[in-house]
Each structure stands twice: as C-alpha cells, then as structure tokens.
C-alpha cells in the first residue's frame, strides 16, 4: 500500500497542475526551468519517492500558474510552483523543500519561506 501511495506522490509531483491564471503569452522572457530540491534530514522517509539531496526538474511550458503537491510522513503541503506574475522574469526558479516548510531562491543563495507543511 505505501509503495503505491509513493507512486502515486510522484506522480503527481510530477504533473504539477496547470491552473487557469495566465499572463502575456508573447512575453519575451524566456520560460524558467523551476528545481525542487529534497533537503529533509537524511534520516527521514522520502518525500514523494525523492530521497534527501535529490532535484526534480522541469520547464515551464506555458505562462500559467503551476502548483506542486507534496507529502511527507504525516504531513502534505501544495504550493505554487510557479507564478507568472512572481517568477516570469526569472530564467530559474529553485524551491528547497526543508522541515520547516518550502523556501524558493532564484538564485541559490537567498532563501525566502513562501509555505509551511501542514498536518491532518
């Protein structure tokens, strides 16, 4: 059961729904690559079948708001992962998913906590 739990958290990270919110399609900014990088103690299960120390990356594709689901052990969070408005004139876009919640960087050297986990 927990393996196809895990499956299925992966899964759905991976996808990252499209919502509806979009901006200029013609913008002449080139799209982000957006990194989500597992940064949870070592010692802890894995997030979404992402072990402490890995990225999972991808592209934007389009202009639109992009949200990622995430859990781990008893807790589970959602976040956007991409906001145009916010991130639209970034080439990248990393989130650094930690204990204490999920902090995003466009430049992997100051970290700003956007979100928190939450639990049942």
């Known amino acids: 059961m927990t393996s196809w739990i895990n499956f299925l958290l992966f899964l ?3 996808l990252c729904f499209l919502s509806t919110a979009t ?5 002449d900014h080139p799209l982000p690559t957006v990194y989500v990088i597992n940064a949870l103690p070592k010692s802890s299960k894995a997030m979404n079948s992402l ?3 890995e990225v999972y990356k ?3 594709s389009k202009r639109k ?7 781990w052990e008893r807790f589970f969070a959602s976040w956007h992962a ?3 408005r916010r991130d639209g004139n970034h080439e990248t876009l990393f989130w650094m998913v930690e204990e204490d919640g999920f902090f ?3 430049d992997k050297a100051k970290w700003v906590r956007k979100y928190r986990w939450e639990t049942e």
């Open 58 to 60: 991808w592209r934007v």
């Open 12 to 14: 759905v990270l991976q």
């Open 51 to 53: 072990v402490n120390g």
């Open 104 to 106: 995003i960087s466009w």
């Open 65 to 71: 708001l992009h949200y990622c689901v995430a859990i």
């Open 23 to 27: 901006t200029n399609e013609h913008d």
């Open 82 to 84: 991409f906001q145009p």
